[in-house]
């Protein structure tokens, strides 16, 4: 072989060897260890820091809010039927309207006027896509509970079939603070746990402002405004992109796009969900 030829060899060879390494490092940041702050939970100590926060995401440091009552804390319980011009979602009678796995039949269980998640039967949407809007969901975690951290009552509700706002059941089940019940999953935690007990029927109302795009860019982010149980724990957040597990979400150009509830493998229940468009 040619000492040209033999030297290229060598150079293909190491780069095949030390290319994993740097892809396993690029991956995973390392844990700080001048971080001495306590661990408060389960959750992660190497995971990308979450950008304009000291957090990253899962951080098992990150503080968790303040548990409070929700009859307390509310100021208003907010109207669950809906209003004049509402798209109806669920009625409590069938999930025509709504897809499973490969836009076949969505096959969770509908019985007593609310419908359940069936462990591995796939998440559900809507047929229909939606944009800007305000969204009302009632749900209900597994009574009696069972599992803890991330695998408790957990489901999530997608606006645009990507932005979760995490459903759980963080009734005394600690979790990592930013996939806790009613946080944007991976973001931001709620500013209260205004979670209600196992089985009882708890509800969202959701503000999305969907982002726009110019060509691949996001000229504006989502924003994303929530009541826990009529308590405000998000107020006009703007989402660094799309809900992701152990990374930074990105944007990706997208349209209107269909609500999605989640199948995490838990019986999580819901009912009374509508949708009005703001857009
Ligand atoms: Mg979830």
């Not at 009613?182 to 209260?192: E, M, T």
């Not at 196992?198 to 959701?206: A, C, K, M, N, S």
């Not at 860019?217 to 989402?239: I, P, Q």
Request: hydrophobic residues 35%; aromatic residues 8%.
């Amino acid at each position: 072989m040619k000492p040209k030829s033999l030297c290229l060899l060598i150079a293909l060879a190491s780069f095949c060897t030390i290319r994993p390494t740097v892809l396993a490092q690029a991956a995973a940041a390392p844990a700080n260890p001048a971080d001495t702050r306590p661990v408060v939970g389960p959750g992660y100590d190497n995971t990308p820091v979450i950008p304009g926060t000291e957090w990253r995401v899962h951080d098992n440091r990150r503080p968790h809010p303040p548990v409070a009552d929700p009859d307390e804390m509310a100021k208003e319980r907010l109207p669950t039927a809906p209003p004049e011009g509402a798209v109806i979602l669920f009625d409590g009678t069938d999930l025509s309207g709504w897809l499973g796995k490969k836009n076949g039949p969505a096959m969770w269980e509908v019985q007593d006027g609310h419908m359940e998640a069936v462990k591995k039967s796939g998440s559900i949407r809507t047929e229909e896509a939606f944009g800007s809007c305000q969204l009302h969901v009632e749900w209900a975690s597994p009574n009696p509970p069972k599992g803890n951290s991330q695998g408790r009552g957990n489901s999530g509700v997608f606006l645009a079939n990507r932005y979760e706002v995490q459903i759980l059941d963080s009734y005394n089940n600690k979790t990592y603070a930013d996939g806790q019940c009613a946080a944007l999953y991976g973001q931001k935690p709620p500013d209260y746990n205004v979670c209600r007990g196992p089985g009882e029927w708890q509800t969202y109302d959701i503000f999305f402002e969907a982002p726009v795009f110019k060509g691949r860019d996001v000229v504006k982010k989502a924003v994303m405004t929530v009541y826990h149980n009529s308590v405000l724990v998000h107020d006009k957040v703007e989402l660094l992109g799309r809900s992701s597990h152990k990374k930074v979400g990105k944007y990706s150009p997208h349209g209107k796009g269909p609500i999605q509830l989640q199948d995490h493998g838990n019986p999580v229940r819901y009912r009374n969900i509508w949708i009005k468009l703001t857009d």
